[in-house]
């Protein structure tokens, strides 16, 4: 886990706001869920038999007041789980459309590494109450316009479909069969996923079974007549607003949930945290969490990994554009008074406080970022005066009225 530090905080603010700014556009509303939840609810829907929930989870027992076991909760490994949990409890469901969105804290006890924390940020976007294509479309779109927004290029984007429960039944029992013939070449974690969930077997990332995984049967071959044709009407879809696009049919998700479209946004610049984004359909979800049948699909995008691929430009602004220099007793209030005025126009200001020197003074102005220093001393404030002194190139320094600042800031201030 690890601390963001106000030098960093800017390129935080600037993509929260980007990512609000898009999804905005988009429709999408936003929705905040607690960092605690019980932790039934995670294995009921990522699945008992998964690394998240058999290794990765920080749980722990409730206290109860009854001098009984309390109820386990956890801290949430993801987002779609809390998020499906809340539609659910609070009937926003069932025959309706919703469009949504999160971000926050995520939390897994793994093995740290570049884009990878245990303490982790993740933007998650999830659209309930519509089954068509069209809305898978369009949450690919929405990301890819996010990129352009970031400054991020270089990602490619896979594409599978894991079809329906009934057609992958069908593929589970050839992939049973297949593995079951190589046993002895599994390693461990794949024998026991052999009986429990054998797609995730295709999702290793043990070198040593690439070449039997790349020959084991492909999903795409049992896909049912329905997943077909809406897979396909997502790629014409995907090529008509150009978007490119690489088939992968041994893209499975590392969650239990998922059903016909899954995808994922890819980059070569983190080493082997590859996935930047990743998401698909997980229709029948709130059905397995106690709701109605609902369709579903949503996406969850790493923050701290975006931000590694951010250009190093891209950041909010964050320093104050005036530094307020005041010596004497009558120049602290005036400049003051006169601080909050500028403040009131939407100047970022920030006033000298702690006393000092001239010199000491300037110190801290030219540390602040400023671009300009605002200088009261007791003589300017008694007529009504400052002076307006540039910090980062040689103009020369002016003074003028209150009556006369704001005019004169925006134009040493303009772009």
Same mark, same amino acid.
């Given at each position: 886990?690890?601390?963001?530090?106000?030098?960093?905080?800017?390129?935080?603010?600037?993509?929260?706001?980007?990512?609000?700014?898009?999804?905005?556009?988009? %429709?999408?509303?936003?929705?905040?869920?607690?960092? /605690?939840? $019980?932790?039934?609810?995670?294995?009921?829907?990522?699945?008992?038999?998964?690394?998240? !929930?058999?290794? &990765?989870?920080?749980?722990?027992?409730? @206290?109860?007041?009854?001098?009984?076991?309390?109820?386990?909760?956890?801290?949430?490994?993801?987002? *779609?789980?809390?998020?499906?949990?809340?539609?659910?409890?609070? %009937?926003?469901?069932?025959? $309706?459309?919703?469009?949504?969105?999160?971000? =926050?804290?995520?939390?897994?006890?793994?093995?740290?590494?570049?884009? #990878?924390?245990? $303490?982790?940020?993740?933007?998650? !976007?999830?659209?309930? =109450?519509?089954?068509?294509?069209?809305?898978?479309?369009?949450?690919?779109?929405?990301?890819?316009?996010?990129?352009?927004?970031?400054?991020?290029?270089?990602?490619?984007?896979?594409?599978?479909?894991?079809? *329906?429960?009934?057609? @992958?039944? !069908?593929? @589970?029992?050839?992939? /049973?069969?297949?593995?079951?013939?190589?046993?002895?070449?599994?390693? &461990?974690?794949?024998?026991?996923?052999?009986?429990?969930?054998?797609?995730?077997?295709?999702?290793?990332?043990?070198?040593?079974?690439? &070449?039997?995984?790349?020959?084991?049967?492909?999903?795409?071959?049992?896909?049912?007549?329905?997943?077909?044709?809406?897979?396909? *009407?997502?790629?014409?879809?995907?090529?008509?607003?150009?978007?490119?696009?690489?088939?992968?049919?041994?893209? /499975?998700?590392?969650?239990?949930?998922?059903?016909?479209?899954?995808?994922?946004?890819?980059?070569?610049?983190?080493?082997?945290?590859?996935?930047?984004? +990743?998401?698909?359909?997980?229709?029948?979800?709130?059905?397995?969490?106690?709701?109605?049948?609902?369709?579903?699909?949503?996406?969850?995008? %790493?923050?701290? #990994?975006?931000?590694?691929?951010?250009?190093?430009?891209? &950041?909010?602004?964050? +320093?104050?554009?005036?530094?307020?220099?005041?010596?004497?007793?009558?120049?602290? $209030?005036?400049?003051?008074?006169?601080?909050?005025?500028?403040?009131?126009?939407?100047?970022?200001?920030?006033?000298?406080? =702690?006393?000092?020197?001239?010199?000491?003074?300037?110190?801290?102005?030219?540390?602040?970022?400023?671009?300009?220093?605002?200088?009261?001393?007791?003589?300017?404030?008694?007529?009504?005066?400052? /002076?307006?002194?540039?910090?980062?190139?040689?103009?020369?320094?002016?003074?003028?009225?209150?009556?006369?600042?704001?005019?004169?800031?925006?134009?040493?201030?303009?772009?």
């Amino acid at each position: 886990m690890n601390d963001v530090l106000p030098e960093q905080s800017a390129r935080w603010q600037f993509l929260e706001g980007a990512v609000r700014d898009v999804l905005d556009q988009y %429709g999408y509303q936003e929705m905040r869920m607690p960092l /605690v939840e $019980q932790t039934a609810l995670f294995c009921r829907s990522i699945g008992e038999v998964t690394d998240i !929930v058999e290794k &990765e989870m920080y749980t722990w027992q409730d @206290r109860s007041s009854e001098k009984k076991a309390g109820d386990l909760l956890s801290l949430r490994p993801e987002g *779609t789980a809390s998020c499906v949990r809340a539609v659910i409890e609070h %009937g926003l469901a069932f025959n $309706q459309q919703q469009r949504v969105w999160y971000q =926050g804290p995520m939390f897994r006890r793994e093995r740290p590494q570049k884009g #990878r924390y245990r $303490q982790f940020h993740q933007v998650g !976007v999830e659209v309930f =109450g519509i089954d068509g294509p069209d809305v898978d479309a369009e949450l690919i779109m929405l990301s890819a316009r996010l990129w352009k927004r970031l400054g991020i290029d270089g990602l490619r984007l896979e594409l599978n479909s894991l079809g *329906t429960a009934e057609s @992958r039944a !069908v593929y @589970r029992e050839q992939l /049973v069969e297949y593995f079951t013939g190589h046993i002895d070449q599994l390693d &461990e974690d794949s024998k026991r996923r052999l009986e429990s969930n054998p797609l995730r077997i295709l999702d290793s990332k043990n070198p040593a079974l690439a &070449e039997i995984i790349a020959q084991a049967p492909s999903l795409p071959d049992s896909l049912d007549d329905e997943s077909k044709a809406h897979f396909a *009407t997502l790629c014409a879809t995907l090529d008509k607003a150009g978007i490119a696009y690489e088939l992968n049919p041994r893209l /499975v998700r590392g969650l239990d949930y998922y059903s016909r479209t899954v995808f994922e946004w890819k980059t070569d610049k983190l080493g082997a945290q590859d996935a930047v984004c +990743s998401g698909g359909r997980y229709d029948g979800l709130v059905e397995q969490l106690g709701g109605r049948p609902t369709s579903a699909i949503g996406f969850a995008m %790493g923050m701290e #990994r975006l931000l590694a691929l951010m250009p190093d430009a891209l &950041e909010r602004e964050q +320093s104050p554009q005036i530094y307020m220099v005041l010596v004497g007793d009558s120049a602290q $209030q005036y400049g003051v008074m006169a601080a909050e005025n500028l403040r009131d126009a939407n100047f970022r200001v920030q006033v000298n406080a =702690g006393g000092g020197s001239f010199k000491a003074q300037f110190k801290r102005a030219d540390k602040s970022g400023a671009a300009l220093a605002l200088v009261v001393g007791d003589n300017e404030a008694d007529a009504g005066t400052i /002076v307006i002194k540039d910090l980062r190139n040689n103009a020369e320094q002016t003074t003028v009225s209150l009556a006369e600042l704001n005019t004169e800031l925006m134009q040493r201030l303009a772009p």
